[in-house]
């Protein structure tokens, strides 16, 4: 039987790492084999990570392994350089069009796995075997593959360029500092990348310990949430416990209502059927004795009729009818009334509790808020829509333009009564209320007007009814460049720029009312701090004849 020969081929015994023939050949775990510096080197390389890994199959291991040279495999790689094979590259190891292919390979080219500053060549493994072997290159600056070594080389002198010119920050060549460089502060671009690099490096630093104290943030802000979803879920759970216990406690009050009249009914109607029984009785009684006087009346015989009339019975007391005590239509309607006025204060209760609870809510402030704006753009971003309430305006105020401007008239219009309206002061207040963060701007074309900001219970009459002269309002007087804030009649006065167009930012739950001078950068006018304890109304007050004010309109900005 013809025996066959065994053909070796070099690629089967390459290390995947080296690509060359294995030295001192080990197998690791997963079955592929490597040179045991090979493996150990890559090993070595990622150990800070505490990976060991197959470079081929990828397989980990928890454990280091423990490395020993194949015997077989060393024994049958000298079988394979005793008959001058060489291990044959694999088709990945030649350099591609994207690749840097060695300078020094002839016919198909490899790969180039260093790039020489010095001799600005790129080397495959094979080629830069002399840079690791010869004294000569052992000052020789070896770096990652590149392809742009030839940029290294001056244009003008066709030399490297070793130099670095600060002063027109460039790299240049030797020649280039003593010639048109001469007298520039210059450096080698060593030293300059040096020093840069250290820059980089206190960079990374600071970069590195911004990722830190935001990661922190990050930690914090989830536990803010955390916190924030326990608080809410919590609330939440007991508002509900303590709403269930008011509706039990209401059903609860409304069942002894309902036994208590029940009851009462059932004496009443019991005491009523009661009497109506005696009453019923004594109707037979008198019916049956009229019966007998009408028969002993209707006697022809005088003799029949004396001996009759003594052995008539005497009537029994009479139940009289003005003893009875009937009360037409009014029997349970006090009742109804009671019960009527009791909800009518639990709706005023309810409705106070409910303003306070909803402002409560309202406060409650996330860890991270937007900054308080700066620009107008960024004031735009709170803008909100905003009208006059008729019901609200005095009757010498005529509203116009979508309830939006307001004007003094000598005529008086033909508002309907009403309890909110303004009587003594020309004033009227926005339909809307506000909370949170709000911005609008005021238009005036008069000299002197009152712009504020108003609880809904202010007063509508008298003295203490004008904005900004009680505890419920807060007012800017404008006078053409003259200025005074006004609360509790209490007030501030300073001079400013005359302002046609007055912007007014409130930040309800931080307390913050701003008046500002719109203009091409936004002036602050006041600034007013404060806690309220309401939803707030826009307000305005004016006074002349033929007065104007409008609300600006505004286009919303996207926050």
């Not at 013809?2 to 690509?19: N, P, Q, V, Y």
């Not at 592929?32 to 080197?41: D, F, G, K, P, Q």
């Not at 027109?168 to 690099?197: F, N, P, W």
């Not at 406690?249 to 059927?273: N, W």
Request: hydrophobic letters at 30%.
């Amino acid at each position: 039987m013809e025996r066959k020969e065994a053909i070796l081929d070099g690629e089967t015994f390459s290390c995947s790492i080296c690509l060359d023939l294995l030295k001192d050949p080990v197998t690791i775990p997963c079955g592929h084999s490597y040179c045991m510096n090979c493996i150990n080197a890559h090993w070595d390389e990622k150990h800070q990570k505490g990976i060991h890994s197959c470079p081929q199959c990828r397989e980990t291991f928890t454990k280091r392994p423990v490395l020993k040279k194949n015997t077989i495999l060393a024994a049958l790689v000298e079988q394979l350089k005793k008959t001058g094979l060489q291990a044959a590259p694999a088709d990945h190891c030649f350099a591609g069009p994207e690749d840097v292919a060695c300078d020094f390979c002839t016919g198909r080219k490899l790969k180039a796995i260093k790039s020489c500053l010095v001799c600005l060549a790129s080397y495959c493994e094979k080629h830069l075997q002399p840079h690791y072997d010869s004294a000569t290159f052992k000052k020789h600056k070896l770096v990652k593959p590149s392809k742009n070594l030839q940029e290294n080389i001056c244009s003008q002198h066709d030399e490297v360029m070793k130099m670095f010119c600060r002063t027109d920050q460039k790299c240049i060549c030797y020649l280039c500092s003593v010639e048109e460089h001469k007298g520039h502060d210059t450096v080698s671009a060593e030293a300059e990348m040096a020093e840069r690099q250290s820059e980089l490096e206190e960079r990374r630093g600071r970069i590195h310990q911004r990722i830190q104290d935001r990661e922190k943030d990050v930690k914090l802000l989830q536990q803010e949430v955390e916190a924030i979803n326990h608080s809410a879920d919590k609330t939440v759970e007991d508002s509900e416990k303590i709403f269930t216990e008011l509706i039990r406690l209401i059903q609860k009050r409304s069942s002894d209502v309902k036994q208590q009249i029940r009851s009462q009914q059932e004496t009443e109607v019991s005491r009523v059927k009661e009497l109506q029984e005696k009453l019923e009785q004594e109707i037979t009684e008198l019916k049956k004795k009229e019966a007998e006087l009408k028969q002993l009346l209707n006697t022809e015989d005088h003799n029949q009729f004396l001996h009759s009339y003594p052995s008539l019975s005497a009537l029994s007391e009479s139940t009289h009818s003005s003893s009875i005590n009937i009360r037409p239509l009014r029997h349970f309607e006090d009742v109804t009334a009671a019960v009527s006025e009791l909800r009518d204060k639990l709706q005023d209760i309810l409705r106070d509790a409910w303003t306070n609870i909803s402002l409560t809510i309202t406060a409650v402030e996330a860890l991270l808020s937007d900054p308080e704006p700066k620009s107008r753009a960024e004031f735009l971003k709170y803008a909100c829509k905003i009208t006059f309430d008729p019901d609200t305006a005095h009757n010498n105020l005529l509203l116009s333009d979508g309830n939006r401007k307001v004007r003094v008239t000598d005529k008086l219009q033909s508002y309907s009564n009403h309890p909110e309206r303004f009587t003594d002061c020309f004033q009227v207040l926005s339909k809307e209320s506000l909370t949170g963060r709000c911005y609008w701007e005021v238009e005036k074309r008069t000299k002197a007007v009152y712009i504020a900001v108003s609880y809904k219970n202010i007063s509508r009459a008298g003295n203490g009814s004008g904005l900004g002269y009680n505890n419920k309002s807060w007012s800017l007087y404008c006078f053409q460049n003259e200025y005074e804030v006004f609360h509790k009649k209490i007030s501030t006065s300073f001079s400013a720029p005359y302002a046609s167009r007055i912007g007014v930012y409130l930040d309800h739950s931080a307390g913050v009312l701003s008046f500002y001078n719109v203009s091409k950068t936004m002036i602050l006018l006041h600034r007013v701090q404060t806690t309220f304890t309401q939803p707030l109304h826009v307000g305005i007050w004016i006074f002349n004849f033929g007065d104007t004010v409008e609300l600006g309109k505004m286009k919303k900005t996207k926050k």
